[in-house]
């Protein structure tokens, strides 16, 4: 299974950005979805989890401001980053676990997008 993650950019403070993340391989089902972030010299965090029922989850830090959305039938995960502060600076990368067909089974998987790196400016 591979993700392409895609969206990231130059924003200046209070502006938007729209992240997405498709995955494509041979999937049978997707279970979570989520978007974590990694700032210079920081832990990767968790910024936004979404469940197959499409329960959402949110990190205190962007709660009102981001909205997670799932595509299932499209195998897409999406980010809309509204009013971006500066603190938003990071790599954001996404996170799909699922159950995917491999050699005459089906198998677990836990797959990681390439990262796209978001900047917002003062």
């Known amino acids: 299974v591979q993700l392409q993650a895609s969206g990231g950019g130059l924003v200046q403070a209070g502006g938007s950005l729209r992240l997405s993340c498709a995955a494509s391989?041979?999937?049978?089902?997707?279970?979570?979805m989520a978007w974590y972030r990694q700032a210079p010299g920081k832990q990767r965090e968790l910024v936004a989890a979404?469940?197959?029922?499409?329960?959402?989850n949110y990190a205190d830090s962007v709660k009102g401001r981001f909205n997670i959305s799932r595509d299932s039938a499209k195998n897409t995960v999406n980010l809309q980053m509204n009013s971006l502060k500066p603190e938003d600076t990071a790599v954001y990368y996404c996170?799909?676990?699922?159950?995917?067909?491999?050699?005459?089974?089906?198998?677990?998987?836990?797959?990681w997008g390439q990262g796209t790196e978001v900047t917002v400016s003062s």
């Open positions: 391989g041979r999937i049978r089902a997707i279970d979570g």
């Open positions: 979404i469940s197959s029922g499409g329960s959402a």
């Open positions: 996170n799909i676990d699922g159950l995917h067909i491999t050699t005459m089974r089906l198998s677990t998987f836990d797959a």
